[in-house]
Nanobody, 116 residues
Framework: QVQLVESGGGLVQAGGSLRLSCAVS????????VDWYRQAPGKQRELVAL???????NYADSAKGRFTISRDNAKNTVYLQMNSLKPEDTAVYYC??????????WGQGTQVTVSS
């Protein structure tokens, strides 16, 4: 059974930083990529950043220049470093693992709240 556990969320003032972690466990034959999504109240879930198995990264326009996605293969963990946070970054952040055969696995989410 594949499990994803996010951590690192919390309350931070505007301009501050947080680092989210997504710990992956279980038997996975082949990973295509890991995505970070977020969902604010009353809004649709949106893709924030992704990292492929080959290390390629991509970011939403809202995240470019402020967020960095990375991974530690030895720890089976993907990170999202978020700097210069804004109140509009407030959301529940989810990581999502996509396998080579397009199965998807989601974590439970971690709340990020940015105060003005």
């Amino acid at each position: 059974q594949v499990q994803l556990v996010e951590s690192g969320g919390g309350l931070v003032q505007a301009g501050g930083s947080l680092r989210l972690s997504c710990a992956v466990s279980g038997s996975i034959f082949s990973i295509n990529r890991v995505d970070w999504y977020r969902q604010a109240p009353g809004k649709q879930r949106e893709l924030v950043a992704l990292i492929t198995s080959g290390g390629r990264t991509n970011y939403a326009d809202s995240a470019k220049g402020r967020f960095t996605i990375s991974r530690d293969n030895a720890k089976n963990t993907v990170y999202l470093q978020m700097n210069s946070l804004k109140p509009e970054d407030t959301a529940v952040y989810y990581c999502c693992l996509v396998t080579a055969d397009t199965n998807t696995y989601w974590g439970q989410g971690t709340q990020v709240t940015v105060s003005s």
